[in-house]
């Protein structure tokens, strides 16, 4: 696996223990790369903006839920 990939994955589960920093950073280091590509799709950089929010969001509601990677 890629050192990003486990710096990511590593962020996520330091995030679903509860820790607020490793998501903060987590978004820091995923945010522009997301942000340009919902861009792409949607033509529109208020909509990206918004639709980038509630990923983070959904991310955030969701991190008691997931997995750890097989």
């Known amino acids: ?5 486990d710096d990511l994955t590593e962020l996520v589960l ?4 509860g820790d607020p920093a490793a998501f903060e950073e987590l978004v820091r ?3 522009r ?3 340009y590509t919902v861009l792409r799709v949607v ?3 208020h909509i990206a903006d918004d ?3 509630e990923v983070y969001i959904k991310a955030f509601q969701s ?3 997931l997995k750890t990677p097989e």
Do not use: I
């Open 63 to 65: 991190l008691p839920e």
């Open 1 to 5: 696996m890629d050192r990003q990939v």
């Open 14 to 17: 330091q995030a679903q223990t």
């Open 29 to 31: 280091k995923t945010q």
């Open 51 to 53: 639709l980038v929010q």
């Open 43 to 45: 033509q529109d950089q």
């Open 33 to 35: 790369s997301l942000f």
